[in-house]
């Protein structure tokens, strides 16, 4: 069975620092990844979709990394700005086109 | 396209009263996820169809869930009787047939049961 993890679960930056977030998974048999913003009662913003051929993808200053043989992505956000602040979810799509989602991690970019 | 509508955006019940939560996927997608988000469990997939068939429904907590899905542009997932304990966000996301595709979400329906 798939196991998604999000270390940390909560982050506290000042502004401009550069964000990094890690999520692994368990089961390397994925076709993509797939990395969200969730913003308090709100739904899910897609950010970036990685397939498994791919080993990174970015927009803007959003950069995603795949190493898929370890089980692992990293999403940076380069010089965070306060509008960064939210709940960031990764999720890994597999057979039966199910996507998993890790515990997401919670982000505050402080002014 | 206006993208994956769900309704109501919020429902408040009380304990043992029928709930419905409607979605509407993306034209043309031929799958369609219904989500659960809580603070303890994070998200987990309910249910999921495939051009309106069924295909893994073993993540419904119990038989008081049951999901339909009509035709390619309806789906409804039903809960009867609720319990307080059903309270939280819902989600439907759909996406293409193609493994490659992307998931696009909802809204999402905060539901909760007095």
């Known amino acids: 069975k798939q196991e998604v993890t999000q270390i940390p679960a909560a982050l506290s930056v000042p502004e401009g620092e550069n964000l990094v977030l890690n999520c692994s998974f368990t089961d390397s048999a994925i076709y993509n990844l797939q990395w969200f913003r969730q913003d308090p009662g709100k739904g899910l913003t897609s950010l970036l979709l990685?397939?498994?051929?791919?080993r990174e993808q970015t927009s803007g200053r959003l950069n995603a990394s795949l190493d898929k043989s370890s089980g692992r992505s990293t999403l940076y956000i380069a010089a965070s700005q306060p509008g960064d602040s939210a709940t960031y979810l990764c999720?890994?799509?597999?057979?039966?086109?199910?996507?998993?989602f890790g515990g997401g991690t919670r982000v505050l970019v402080k002014p | 396209d206006a993208g994956v509508i769900q309704s109501p955006r919020h429902e408040v019940t009380e304990m043992g009263q029928e709930v419905t939560l409607r979605c509407k996927p993306i034209s043309g997608h031929d799958y369609l996820f219904w989500y659960r988000q809580t603070m303890m469990r994070g998200l987990e997939l309910l249910i999921y169809f495939n051009n309106n068939v069924p295909i893994d429904d073993s993540g419904m907590p119990e038989d008081r869930f049951s999901a339909k899905m009509p035709n390619a542009s309806f789906s409804t997932l039903k809960i009867q009787p609720s319990e307080p304990r059903d309270s939280a966000v819902y989600f439907c996301?759909?996406?293409?047939?193609?493994?490659?595709?992307?998931?696009?979400f909802g809204q999402g329906t905060r539901l909760t049961v007095v």
């Open positions: 996301a759909s996406s293409s047939a193609d493994d490659r595709s992307e998931a696009f």
């Open positions: 990685i397939q498994s051929s791919q």
């Open positions: 999720a890994v799509k597999a057979a039966g086109n199910k996507l998993t």
